[in-house]
């Protein structure tokens, strides 16, 4: 019963923002790591950003250092994304996952759930 249901996503103009949401069920999600990935077509998934379960540290790609923004919502079980100033490299569907440690998922591992994805597009 365990679930990752990622929302938010659609179509943007470049420049454009998003605000992209998990929400967990079936377990506490303030006891997991929460990453986000995205993997266009053509491309291998990637890591987006990710924040820890107890001291909130987080971890943002260069590609989106000073766009993107992650945080967590305890009381609703919920991890944001928050996507700022868009472009044209950022479409894909995007993913949330679980690990018990955040450094698990800065090096791009995942031994958690993940979610079905939410797909972002970006087009003038």
């Known amino acids: 019963q365990v679930q990752l249901v990622e929302s938010g996503g659609g179509l943007v103009q470049p420049g454009g923002s998003l605000r992209l949401s998990c929400v967990a069920s079936?377990?506490?999600?303030?006891?997991?790591?929460i990453g986000w990935f995205r993997q266009a077509p053509g491309k291998e998934r990637e890591g987006v950003s990710c924040?820890?379960?107890?001291?909130?540290?987080?971890y943002y790609a260069d590609s989106v250092k000073g766009r993107f923004t992650i945080s967590r919502d305890n009381a609703k079980n919920t991890v944001y994304l928050q996507m700022n100033s868009l472009k044209p490299e950022d479409p894909a569907v995007y993913y949330c996952?679980?690990?018990?440690?955040?450094?698990?998922?800065?090096?791009?591992?995942?031994?958690?759930?993940w979610g079905q994805g939410t797909q972002v597009t970006v087009s003038s």
């Open positions: 924040i820890s379960s107890s001291d909130g540290n987080t």
């Open positions: 996952a679980t690990d018990p440690d955040y450094k698990s998922l800065v090096a791009g591992l995942v031994r958690g759930s």
């Open positions: 079936g377990f506490t999600l303030d006891y997991s790591a």
